[in-house]
Structure formats: structure tokens, C-alpha cells
T-cell receptor
Framework: AQSVTQLGSHVSVSEGALVLLRCNYSSSVPPYLFWYVQYPNQGLQLLLKYTTGATLVKGINGFEAEFKKSETSFHLTKPSAHMSDAAEYFCAVRRYGGATNKLIFGTGTLLAVQP | DAGVIQSPRHEVTEMGQEVTLRCKPISGHDYLFWYRQTMMRGLELLIYFNNNVPIDDSGMPEDRFSAKMPNASFSTLKIQPSEPRDSAVYFC?????????????FGQGTRLTVV
């Protein structure tokens, strides 16, 4: 069954530095992958998604992610961190097949941005 | 659009009491999801509906949990009797379609504390 693994439950970067949040997936069928962000005391908001086509996906707030089949990865990046990027980030994969159709979330990565 | 609306935002109740969480999906969305978020288990899908009909309730933890969707604009998640281990943030989400490349839109959540 499809699943995702997020490496690093906490990541800290300096303002202006590169943000790299890691996500690896497991899937025997073409994966459908998502990144969501959760700000404190808020719900989840979609950052970007990969379905088919271009492997470099651009999302909101300057984030992007690259689908690499050879590495089974879908890492999230942003060239320059801003204080407002401090939040928790979740990678997710669609689990589908037969009667199953679910969005399965990773355990999340809490991003801290230092001034 | 007001987005997915959940109420209450916070709920504190005593063990053994009945708790009802409410959700209004985005107008026109025909899929509705209930998720639970805890530190230990992350984000778990409890149940989801399509056109007001429960499709998959395999994530509902126990018979103490029940969910209904009496019409397209309203859903409830009820816990009776509540227990301290039910303390979590409960999210409602909705989606126009539930295809492989569509995402769910989340409400701001209800933080439930059972004492």
C-alpha cells in the first residue's frame, strides 16, 4: 500500500537560507503526492501537488517540489526562508485501488525559522 | 467562499459525557472527511462521505464514535461516552471530487480535551 516517510520531525533554518524538507514515498502504482502546510492553530492548506506531467511542481509561497521516481522522493524546497514559513509541513500520498481511496499523511516536519 | 467551517473550535468535557463536533463543508463539495490529529498517531482518516453516504468508516476507532451527514451542508461526529484518550484535534475536510489528483480542503479544526 502507498505510504510516505518524512525524514526529520524538526528542521531549523536561518531566515534567508534554503529550506529542504524531505519526503520519500512507497508505491507500486503511479503515485499522487501532496504537500500541505499547517500554521499554528489552523487547518491544513495545500502547498502543491504532483499528479502527472512535469516533475518539478511549483506551489504557493515560493515553495516547489521535485518528483524523482528513481529516488522515490518528493522533497519540498524554498530558496530563501522567511519567518512566516514557520509551520508544520505534511507530505501525503493518495492510497487507491479497489474500494480504497484515501489521503495518507506523513508524520510531519516542524520548520523553525531563526532570525 | 467561507471555506470549511467547524464548530466549536475548542471543547472541554468530562469523561463519560457526550461530545458532538460539527462541520459545514464548502458549498458544492460532495465529499466530506473527518480526520483526527494526535501527537502519537499523527493525522488519521476516521471516515468519509460521498453525497451524504458513508463510504469508508474503517478508521473509526470504536463504537463510541459515530458520524452522520443528514444533508449536503452539515455533518456531525459524535463521541459517546468520551474518554481522555479521545483528546485530539479533529479536522473536517471537503472535496469537490475525490479523484487521484484532487485535494481536500480543511477546516480549522476542533481541539477536544476530555478530562
Amino acid at each position: 500500500a502507498q505510504s510516505v516517510t518524512q525524514l526529520g520531525s524538526h528542521v531549523s533554518v536561518s531566515e534567508g537560507a534554503l529550506v529542504l524538507l524531505r519526503c520519500n514515498y512507497s508505491s507500486s502504482v503511479p503515485p499522487y503526492l501532496f504537500w500541505y502546510v499547517q500554521y499554528p492553530n489552523q487547518g491544513l492548506q495545500l502547498l502543491l501537488k504532483y499528479t502527472t506531467g512535469a516533475t518539478l511542481v511549483k506551489g504557493i509561497n515560493g515553495f516547489e517540489a521535485e518528483f524523482k521516481k528513481s529516488e522515490t522522493s518528493f522533497h519540498l524546497t524554498k530558496p530563501s526562508a522567511h519567518m512566516s514559513d514557520a509551520a508544520e509541513y505534511f507530505c501525503a500520498v493518495r492510497r487507491y485501488g479497489g474500494a480504497t481511496n484515501k489521503l495518507i499523511f506523513g508524520t510531519g516536519t516542524l520548520l523553525a525559522v531563526q532570525p | 467562499d467561507a471555506g470549511v467551517i467547524q464548530s466549536p473550535r475548542h471543547e472541554v468535557t468530562e469523561m463519560g459525557q457526550e461530545v458532538t463536533l460539527r462541520c459545514k463543508p464548502i458549498s458544492g463539495h460532495d465529499y466530506l472527511f473527518w480526520y483526527r490529529q494526535t501527537m502519537m498517531r499523527g493525522l488519521e482518516l476516521l471516515i468519509y462521505f460521498n453525497n451524504n453516504v458513508p463510504i469508508d468508516d474503517s478508521g473509526m476507532p470504536e463504537d463510541r464514535f459515530s458520524a452522520k451527514m443528514p444533508n449536503a451542508s452539515f455533518s456531525t461526529l459524535k463521541i459517546q461516552p468520551s474518554e481522555p484518550r479521545d483528546s485530539a484535534v479533529y479536522f473536517c475536510a471537503s472535496s469537490l471530487l475525490w479523484d487521484r489528483n484532487t485535494e481536500a480542503f480543511f477546516g480549522q479544526g476542533t481541539r477536544l480535551t476530555v478530562v
